[in-house]
C-alpha cells in the first residue's frame, strides 16, 4: 500500500516576530481557507487543543505538539541567560528548565512517524514548523542536530510518500 503524508506547517504566533518563545499550543491566526487544503484527506491530525474550524474529520494527535519549552515559555529571548541559549543552539540534548530538548522532541516524532498506520492512503498533519521539520528528519533516519539544518517555514506545505519506507516528496513548498 501506498501512503502519502501531507504537513501543513501553521502559523507561527506573533509573539514569535518579537523574540519570545510562545506559550505551549499557541500558534498564530489561521487562514480562513485553511480547510480547503484538507478536503481530500482520509485523516487530519492535530496537535492538542488546536481548533479546526470548518473541518469535521479531525482529529488530536498529542505527539504532533510543539516542543515544550518549560520556564522558557512566554519569555522574550533577550531576558534568557546568554549561557543557556548557546547551549540550547549548539547542543540538541538540552533542554529549558522543565522543557523538553530537541532530541527528546524528535525522538517523540519519531515514535508516532513509526506507529502510523499504513491506511488510510491520505493523510494531513497541520503542526508547528517545528514537528514538521521534525517528520522530515525522522522520515530520513536523521539525528536531532539536523533540525537546525532544515528550514520549513510557517504556512507551506511537505509531502512524504511511503512505500517500504517514508521518502520526502516535496519539502518547505508555499501553499497554493
Known amino acids: 500500500m501506498n501512503q502519502t503524508l501531507t504537513c501543513i506547517a501553521l502559523p507561527a504566533p506573533d509573539c514569535v516576530r518579537h523574540g519570545v518563545f510562545p506559550p505551549q499550543g499557541e500558534t ?27 473541518i469535521g474529520h479531525a482529529l488530536s494527535e498529542p505527539a504532533l505538539r510543539a516542543p515544550d ?19 540550547w543552539v549548539a547542543d540538541a540534548s538540552f533542554a529549558p528548565l522543565g522543557g523538553e530538548s530537541r532530541a527528546a522532541h524528535l525522538h517523540r516524532v519519531a515514535r508516532w512517524l513509526e ?13 508547528d514548523a517545528t514537528v514538521v521539520r521534525a517528520i ?3 522520515a530520513l533516519g536523521g539525528t536531532a542536530a539536523m533540525l537546525s539544518r532544515l528550514d520549513i517555514a510557517p504556512l507551506t506545505r511537505t509531502c512524504l510518500t511511503r512505500h517500504a519506507a517514508w521518502r520526502v516528496a516535496i519539502s518547505g513548498a508555499p501553499l497554493p
Open 28 to 54: 498564530g491566526p489561521l487562514p480562513a481557507d485553511l480547510a480547503r487544503y484538507v478536503e481530500d484527506t482520509g485523516l487530519l491530525l492535530l496537535p492538542p487543543a488546536m481548533p479546526a474550524p470548518g
Open 69 to 87: 519549552m518549560g520556564a522558557w515559555q512566554g519569555r522574550p529571548l533577550k531576558d534568557l541567560p546568554p549561557a543557556d541559549l548557546a547551549r
Open 115 to 127: 506507529a502510523l498506520p499504513p491506511v488510510p492512503a491520505r493523510v494531513t498533519v497541520m503542526a
Open 136 to 138: 522530515v528528519v525522522a
